[in-house]
């Protein structure tokens, strides 16, 4: 049965862009932009849509046993292996084809020593505005803007500096956009930096040109102390690595596969924490992997949780286990009316009108001509924190990722409700608490656990099993077991008592129905420093089909979705009735229930056909009638079967496209068959049928080829494809080809197969008519096998 664990699939995950900053807008300035500035870098992204959301076009991330299994696929797909991370066997490829259309090809397909494949989803920086004030020295002091520095004095962190800890020695890595080292209250704070992009080391002190987001950080973190400039950082002798992940000046996203890239380039290079300020929809594979590797290595991970305002456990990074999540608080101490609530949570920390560094040639966001910047957002709360993990550093030099992530956590400020809430987690941050902390409260030993999801005999793990951990009043946590059933890894949490939830394997995924997916629920699991829970699912199954009462013998078979090997087979008359169990003693997982007639009904013959192969419309029988905004043409470009296809006209937005035609047929009772093509953005572009003003059938979204099947009396067909107002990457078009009519044979009822499988404990009604197949199953016109493990 270990083919459950190589079939080769693809977990369709949904989630929200959702962290950054906001900034508070005002009028402009005309700076002088510095000449020390680098050219800006040739880098530029292109987004596709895929399942309603955007990912990478053309770009797929898999990771894989052996370079060999890695080529294996690329050459199944005619792709480029652009990048490879043999460190941790994750790689990015560059397919020819649109990714939905790839993968909805690869779906259930058997490929050895895959792991997993996903795309490379959107991720943001939200775009922040401004609010220039004019500032004033209000006292003397070095640090001229220390006075505005609210968030500052609220952690106490002036006080764990009279204390010797000021982060000296610890390196920060921020992950982020541009970063503008001759700012001159950064000068001397970065060390050497990683441009994924390039695949280059960045030099000590140079800047990373583009947007002020990842400077106000810096600043936040590391602002030199008592240089008579504007501010000072949390940790004011700590050091910057600069690690841009949004590049351009729309700070587009690198994709995950180069952030994986960065964060092991930045671990390994003695960055002990990476903060990070951003983040997106859908589940990583790929991310997951970086912040496990980054935990192992000793480093902590600080993310911003997000400026939703809402509870909300579907963005990436900040909601995998093991990292701090960070939300923003007020100068009250209440939580913004901002900050995104939810189980990521763990601290909050100032950042409502936070006052940072940004670019020298910022246009937009100087304070009364000079280079700093009140910004709102998660994303200036986090690097509160991250300066904060470095004065501990200092202190422990040795601590464990979730040892600091429990001296933060335990030294807050409870607010809200007493004890932790998923409003504010454990409460707003407390530099001089969380230093005085001395070392019999630490907790170095934190929770790992493995769950190994294994099939009843445990050949083979299952694949894509959702795996939660929940317990009363305190953080829950999520993770998704890849393509092969590995260990889900939940590294650096809490020791605890957790109830364990586990479903899988998802039915979208790698299989079809929801009645495939299983449930299982473990109460009660202690979880220490390493625990390994082992877990046991199996399918139940069972099916009854009943033959037609048309005269002849019929045949009933269990067949394997791969190979076609016959697991149960039985023979019985007209109106006979089978009964199958589970099939056993099978590497299999995919089947097929099928039902062959002797004599078999006769073959289905068309009257019609319209295959396009004069190159125009001129088939007389068809009469073809054209209009619309853009005319449709006939092509060669795309061609279900032979050379050419008829593929609507190049519309704008909001426009449409038409064919239509009235075939000579004599009256009568037909089905109409034909292929389409889609590549339309789904729920928003869509390819219409009509007959006789009648809407029938209707398609939008990324697919290959597919047939389609229509009852028709008569009448005309029209074919209209309507397009939107979004803007898409792609070229919105649709392919109409291989139009048949075929006459329904006068005995079409009378072979009907009927029946029911029980499968999971769910009763599923099947049929088929032989006319139009052997398989047997819930679909009338679709063939999907059954998942049985």
């Known amino acids: 049965m270990k083919k459950l664990i190589t079939i080769f699939s693809v977990f369709f995950i949904i989630a929200l862009v959702f962290t950054g900053c906001i900034r508070q807008t005002g009028a402009d300035t005309n700076p002088v932009p510095p000449e020390d500035l680098p050219e800006p870098y040739p880098f530029a992204v292109s987004y596709t849509a895929y399942d309603g959301y955007e990912v990478l076009a053309h770009t797929l991330l898999v990771g894989y046993d052996h370079l060999e299994s890695l080529e294996a696929l690329a050459r199944t797909l005619g792709a480029e292996i652009r990048r490879a991370l043999p460190q941790i066997n994750v790689a990015e490829l ?36 401004t609010q220039r004030s004019i500032l004033t020295q209000s006292r003397t002091t070095d640090d001229p803007f220390y006075d505005y520095l609210w968030g500052l004095k609220k952690i106490n962190a002036e006080a764990a500096w009279a204390l010797g800890y000021t982060g000296e020695g610890v390196i920060v890595a921020v992950c982020d956009d541009g970063s503008d080292a001759s700012h001159p209250d950064l000068a001397g704070q970065y060390v050497i930096g990683y441009d994924a992009v390039l695949e280059k080391e960045i030099p000590a002190g140079e800047s990373v040109p583009y947007d002020s987001h990842g400077t106000h950080v810096s600043g936040t973190i590391a602002a030199v102390r008592d240089n008579r400039e504007g501010i000072v950082g949390v940790a004011p002798d700590a050091k910057i690595m600069p690690i841009p992940i949004f590049y351009g000046p729309k700070s587009e996203y690198i994709g995950d596969l180069k952030v994986l890239e960065a964060w092991i380039w930045a671990v390994d290079h003695g960055a002990k924490i990476l903060q990070n300020s951003w983040g997106g929809e ?133 607010l809200d409700v007493p004890g ?163 099939p056993v003693e099978t590497e299999e997982a995919f089947f097929y229930i099928t039902v062959e007639a002797s004599p078999a009904p006769a073959p289905l013959v068309s009257i019609l056909t319209e295959s396009f192969e004069t190159g125009d419309f001129s088939n007389a029988d068809w009469d073809w009638s054209l209009g619309g905004d853009a005319l449709p043409i006939v092509t060669d470009e795309e061609a279900f079967d032979g050379t050419h296809s008829a593929r609507f006209g190049e519309i704008d937005n909001e426009g449409v496209s038409w064919m239509r035609a009235t075939p000579n047929i004599p009256t009568g009772s037909y089905w109409l068959k034909f292929n389409v093509k889609c590549s339309t953005e789904e729920g928003w572009s869509f390819v219409t049928v009509s007959i006789d003003g009648a809407l029938i059938y209707t398609c939008s979204g990324v697919f290959d080829w597919e047939e389609v099947t229509l009852p028709y009396s008569g009448g005309e067909i029209a074919f209209e494809y309507e397009k939107n107002e979004l803007e898409t990457e792609r070229t919105d078009t649709a392919w109409i080809d291989n139009l048949r009519i075929i006459p329904i044979p006068e005995d079409f009822d009378d072979y009907y197969v009927t029946g029911t499988v029980t499968l999971n404990g769910h009763l599923i009604p099947v049929s088929q008519n032989l006319y139009l197949g052997s398989e047997v199953d819930e679909y009338e016109w679709d063939t999907v096998p059954w998942l049985i493990f």
Not at 361 to 383: I, R
């Open 420 to 582: 932790y809430d998923k409003n504010t987690g454990y409460g707003r941050i407390d530099a001089l608490a969380a230093v005085q902390q001395t070392a019999s409260t630490r907790q170095d030993l934190g929770g790992n656990l493995k769950v190994i999801v294994l099939c009843k005999d445990e050949t083979f793990g299952i694949p894509f099993c959702n795996v939660s951990l929940k317990r009363r009043g305190k953080p829950s946590y999520y993770a998704l077991s890849d393509l092969r059933g590995w260990p889900v890894n939940f590294l650096g949490i809490d020791p605890d008592t957790y109830d364990v939830y586990i479903s899988g394997p998802s039915y979208k995924a790698i299989g079809s129905r929801l009645e495939e997916q299983l449930t299982y629920t473990q109460k009660g699991v202690v979880v220490g420093e390493d625990t390994l829970l082992t877990v046991n699912l199996a399918s139940t199954f069972s099916a009854e089909i009943t033959m037609p009462e048309k005269p002849g013998q019929y045949t009933a078979k269990i067949v394997g979705k791969d190979d076609g090997d016959e697991f149960q087979k039985q023979t019985v008359g007209p109106g006979g009735t089978v009964e199958f169990t589970k």
């Open 94 to 129: 560059q397919i020819p084809n649109d990714v939905a259309v790839t993968l909805e090809k690869l779906k259930g397909k058997s490929i050895e020593g895959i792991r997993y494949i996903e795309p490379s989803y959107k991720r943001e920086l939200n775009q922040p505005t």
């Open 282 to 414: 859908g589940y990583s594979h790929t991310l997951k992997r970086g912040i496990d590797y980054a935990l192992r290595e000793g480093a902590i991970v600080v993310v911003s949780t997000g400026n939703s305002h809402i509870s909300e456990n579907w963005g990436y990074p900040n909601n995998f286990p093991g990292v701090l999540g960070v939300g923003a608080s007020t100068v009250n101490d209440s939580l913004t009316d901002f900050s995104s609530r939810g189980d990521s949570v763990s601290v909050v920390a100032p950042g409502e009108r936070i006052l940072s560094t940004i670019g020298m040639d910022d246009p937009e966001t100087l304070q009364g001509g000079l280079p700093y910047a009140y910004y709102n957002g998660t994303s200036m709360a986090s690097p509160h924190v991250s300066g904060l993990a470095a004065l501990l550093y200092q202190k422990y030099p040795d601590a464990t990722p979730y040892e600091m992530r429990k001296l933060i956590e335990n030294s807050a400020v409870d």
